[in-house]
């Protein structure tokens, strides 16, 4: 029996964009719903982030109600 190959499994719809957010370079505080200053400085980030559309359409199409988002609060979401 030869070697057997191993796949490279992962959820690509999820993963290839996550991989490319601006988001990882910063304190996950920023981002995970706290002050509205923290808001503030993860929007910065967003702005200029290559993935803030799938960024938005993850956070709007899973229906999350924390955090920022696609530089978007929850309630800018609603
Ligand atoms: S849009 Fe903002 S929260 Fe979303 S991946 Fe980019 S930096 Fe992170």
């Known amino acids: 029996m030869g070697p057997q190959k191993k796949k490279f499994q992962r959820n690509v719809s999820y993963n290839d ?3 490319r ?3 990882v370079e910063y304190p996950p505080e920023w981002f ?3 002050t509205a ?9 967003c702005n200029v982030c290559p993935v803030r ?4 359409d993850e956070a709007v199409g ?3 109600t924390w955090g920022t988002w696609g530089g978007t609060t929850p ?3 609603a």
């Open 17 to 19: 964009w996550i991989r």
């Open 21 to 23: 957010a601006a988001c």
């Open 32 to 34: 995970l719903g706290g």
């Open 37 to 45: 200053q923290d808001h503030q400085h993860a929007v910065r980030v």
């Open 53 to 56: 559309q799938e960024c938005l």
């Open 62 to 64: 899973s229906g999350l």
């Open 75 to 77: 309630a800018e979401r």
